[in-house]
């Protein structure tokens, strides 16, 4: 008997692992809305629960009276055909009922979206602006006024994200997810997000924030959250963009009011270290290095990673005047410091010994070997001198 | 109906590469546009299989994200410019002139004309798929400043566009001026098959939104090449008011695409139910207010760009409306098989998918138009599962059940029908198992027009290719049941099924090259048997 019962409790052990299995495999296989992190993204969600069980409710309904006439009006079954072709009854009667339906979700929906729409009185204000293909964001108002981030796609994303990287996604779990500097922000804190772009249109998405909004060059939109958990969120950009739209995630991490003040202090101090390396000289190995970094970060979505661009969308800086000849430097530096077409402006991003890396690094990579050393003291007078970049 | 059907013994026509390139015979043009319709099915396809491909799994593959981009933009502007369209087109200029007993389309020459503009104005578009920068990448709806870094590839979108909305404009002003002025003696408007009102209210869709297209990308190639700067912000211009321009003609376009799948359904359901249509009066008046709507409508494609609230409040209250008129006509499909005599050829079965599949579409459709979660939704697969189930599953369903519905007609030869119907069973599965999963997609936060993804999207993209592979390969059947129809088969009668009413059932099948010369009389019995 015993051993019956063992053989019956290993039975139901199995049957429960066979049970469970598919379902933690299935982790990922999320079928419905997320219901997110601050009060209008909960409602957000209550709303979309409430529409779906709404349709699907009349779904069944107005299905099964078409399958109960599928089954049984049939000729195989000897149904004879009526004649009748009008009820000017019935037409009324569905078309008042539709109608009542959509008032009666039409009127939770304005409620929730004047909501939405009131971002006054908020505590802090970042500005996110989106470029091709990094959203850079600027604190303009609250605790944190005057810090900006650069927030592009992290580094092991994008090398798994070449063609025949020959890397596996598996290995990543926030692969496309990640980014290198996330924005933080407190909770329980009324944020006011502006959107705006510097070169096409982006949308920055929150899934959950409950919202997206366009980023639209030349003009800004503004939305708010009040964020109720700590934690880490992702998002994406969702407008089309270019080349790069599939490679500009969106990471915020909320923090209490506590952790946040002090990552403003810190920051503070990070960004002003960063504003002055023009004193810091490297030798032609330490350029490299560096300058191949800043390069794979920066340059290598469009310029490609042999420097070749792709034809007719981004130019190759392999045997580029520009690149290659001594008297360029100046325009070289400058074509990184203002942008040039297409090509963004990193000169506020980037720092003097950043912009010398990779200067240096782009004129002696490839086979471009021009032997030449930039230091950043070069960069600090190129960022002074007359603009020779139209 | 013997004075219908006589003219065909000098049925006379011109031979060779003349019959087709210099044609005026409503049959030759529309089957010339079927023909290019489905060719341009199945290059729109095959780019569909590049984007499954792609997304079969996560990390690039095949595809760089720029000629994946152009894939999608491509993809777009030949399905809906390139299949859709013309293939509505095609039956129009097949069918109504038999459908109100007309000898042919009221403006023959310029019917000529505007087939044969369109293998120019796609071999503008497809030549671009070989230059330099790559085929346009920006997405079908063209936004700048995006579409304005296209390549040497931007002159040739703009003006294929403008050819397609020229020779669109010129086969809606021959529907109009045919509809009006060549129906039979005796035909009224209230009378006429719902297929031809449907085609008459498209056409009048077309005539007023495809010039507001036409200057809108007019205005991008200026902004591009002459310096001014309507969509320029830094020139005092507004990127969003292309987006205006834009879906004041992109909305009015999607019913431009679903209106001729309801007159088809609207054909098809009566005929093997056995049964009139039911509630053609409101049918006629919802398919006008669905018309009427959906100029009112266009900036719900556009809720996230920062409209002012009661701008948001407007079109969201004008989408919901939609559903009204909508509703009402899938009641009426249903009424109409209610309690008739029901068979399910391969063309009711399509029919009947379509009611549910476009219905569910629909229901999509409603939770998009709310303003509040459509921020949720907006530029997500959720967007991507919604139009395909009303353009695939919706009017491709509805225009393959045409073919099959008038096939006989056309060729003379009942087509294959346990193969028809393999082709449903297989079309439907493969159609759902595609785009299904892209609502879940959609949901857990799956942008659209992306390369690549995380591994969270995984198995539903890979569940969705496998659908994608299954759909595109169950289509080859399609042809191969088509060609077998035409080379030959049992013979069609000439009123080819039982149920089938109308005029185009009262000529022979196949239709002979001329019909209704003379045309029929329409006595009280006649006009009877046209519903």
């Known amino acids: ?390 | 109906m013997s004075t219908i059907a006589h003219d065909d013994h000098h049925d006379h026509k011109p031979t060779g590469l003349k019959r087709w390139f210099f044609s005026t015979n409503h049959k030759d043009i529309g089957t010339l546009y079927l023909i290019f319709a489905l060719t341009m099915f199945f290059i729109g396809g095959a780019m569909a299989m590049i984007i499954r491909a792609e997304l079969f799994q996560p990390g690039l593959q095949f595809v760089d994200p720029q000629f994946y981009n152009s894939m999608v933009t491509v993809h777009a502007l030949i399905m809906i410019f390139g299949a859709v369209m013309p293939a509505g087109v095609g039956l129009a200029n097949w069918m109504i002139p038999l459908m109100i007993g007309a000898p042919d389309m009221a403006l023959p020459r310029m019917n000529n004309m505007s087939f044969w503009i369109l293998p120019f104005a796609f071999a503008l578009l497809l030549s671009t798929l070989f230059m330099d920068g790559g085929a346009p990448a920006g997405g079908w709806t063209m936004y700048p400043p995006l579409v304005l870094q296209t390549g040497d590839a931007f002159p040739f979108l703009i003006f294929a566009v403008h050819f397609l909305g020229i020779s669109s404009i010129m086969g809606a002003i021959n529907i109009i001026a045919t509809v009006f002025n060549m129906r039979a003696p005796g035909m009224t408007l209230m009378q006429m098959p719902l297929f031809v009102w449907t085609w008459v209210i498209t056409s009048f869709l077309l005539i007023a939104s495809l010039p507001v297209l036409a200057g809108g990308v007019t205005m991008l190639l200026t902004d591009k090449y002459f310096g001014t700067s309507f969509f320029d912000a830094a020139g005092g211009g507004d990127p969003v008011l292309f987006q205006h321009i834009f879906w004041f003609f992109g909305h009015p376009e999607v019913y431009i695409l679903a209106l001729p799948a309801f007159g088809i359904v609207s054909q098809i359901i009566p005929a093997f139910a056995r049964k009139p249509l039911f509630g053609y009066a409101s049918m006629v008046y919802a398919t006008a207010s669905i018309a009427i709507l959906s100029f009112f409508v266009w900036a719900h494609h556009m809720f996230t760009v920062g409209l002012p609230i009661k701008g948001e409040l407007f079109f969201m209250y004008a989408t919901m409306l939609i559903a009204v008129p909508t509703g009402v006509k899938v009641f009426n499909w249903i009424a109409t098989m209610w309690k008739g005599s029901m068979t399910f050829e391969t063309p009711m079965l399509f029919s009947v998918a379509f009611v549910i599949l476009f219905t569910i579409g629909g229901f999509s459709g409603l939770m998009l138009g709310i303003t509040p979660v459509d921020f949720q939704y907006h530029d997500t697969y959720f967007v991507v599962a919604h139009f395909h189930y009303v353009l695939l599953t919706g009017a491709i369903f509805a225009l393959m059940a045409a073919a099959y519905y008038w096939l006989p007609k056309w060729t003379g030869n009942m087509y294959d029908e346990r193969l028809g119907k393999i082709h449903f069973w297989l079309s439907l599965i493969s159609s759902n198992v595609l785009f299904f999963p892209q609502h879940f997609l959609g949901l857990a936060g799956m942008p659209r027009r992306i390369p690549d993804y995380n591994i969270q999207f995984a198995d539903f993209n890979m569940i969705s290719s496998i659908g994608g592979f299954a759909y595109g390969i169950t289509q080859l059947l399609f042809v191969y049941i088509v060609i077998k129809c035409a080379m030959g088969g049992k013979k069609a009668r000439a009123r080819s099924w039982d149920g089938a009413k109308g005029l185009e059932w009262e000529v022979p099948s196949p239709a002979p090259f001329h019909t209704f010369e003379t045309p029929p009389k329409l006595t009280k019995k006649v006009l009877e048997s046209l519903y």
């Open chain 1, 1 to 390: 008997m015993k051993g019956i019962s063992k053989l019956k409790s290993s039975l139901q052990k199995l049957v429960l692992a066979l049970f469970f299995m598919p379902l933690s495999a299935m982790a990922d296989w999320a079928l419905n809305m997320r219901q997110g992190v601050t009060p209008i993204s909960q409602e957000i969600y209550q709303m979309h629960m409430v529409t779906l069980w709404v349709v699907t409710v009349i779904g069944i309904l107005v299905f099964g009276v078409m399958f109960w006439s599928i089954f049984h009006h049939r000729k195989s079954k000897g149904a004879k055909a009526s004649k009748f072709s009008h009820s000017t009854t019935v037409e009324i009667i569905w078309t008042i009922i539709p109608t009542a339906i959509i008032i009666s979700l039409a009127i939770p929906a304005t409620k929730l979206l004047i909501k939405m729409d009131d971002t006054s009185e908020s505590a802090i204000t970042v500005k996110a602006t989106g470029s091709q293909w990094k959203w850079k964001y600027d604190y303009l108002d609250g605790v944190g006024e005057g810090i900006t981030i650069f927030s592009s796609l992290d580094a092991k994303s994008k090398e798994i994200s070449q063609r025949d990287s020959g890397l596996d996604p598996m290995d990543h779990v926030n692969y496309l997810r990640d980014v290198d500097e996330p924005i933080v922000l407190p909770i329980n804190t009324k944020i006011r997000i502006l959107t705006t772009s510097q070169d096409v249109i982006h949308a920055w998405w929150l899934p959950d924030l409950g919202w997206k909004r366009d980023a639209i060059p030349g003009f800004i939109n503004d939305n708010w959250a009040v964020i109720e958990k700590t934690g880490t969120y992702r998002g994406k950009c969702t407008e089309i963009c270019g080349a790069g739209h599939g490679y500009m995630p969106i990471v915020l991490k909320a923090v209490s009011m506590q952790d946040y003040t002090a990552w403003v202090d810190e920051k503070k101090i990070a960004q002003a270290a960063s504003k002055n390396t023009s004193n810091i000289v490297l030798n032609m190995e330490e350029l490299m290095t560096k300058g191949e970094a800043v390069y794979k970060a920066q340059c290598l979505v469009c310029h490609q990673a042999n420097g070749e661009g792709l034809k007719g969308a981004f130019p190759s800086i392999v045997g580029s005047p520009v690149a290659v000849e001594a008297d360029n430097r100046m325009r070289h530096n400058q074509q990184i410091i203002y942008g040039k077409g297409l090509m963004p402006a990193f000169g506020e991003q980037l720092s003097d010994v950043d912009i010398a890396s990779v200067v240096s690094f782009t004129r002696n990579a490839w086979g471009n070997n021009t032997g030449d050393i930039i230091q950043a003291k070069e960069v600090a007078e190129a960022r002074k001198a007359a603009k020779v970049i139209k």
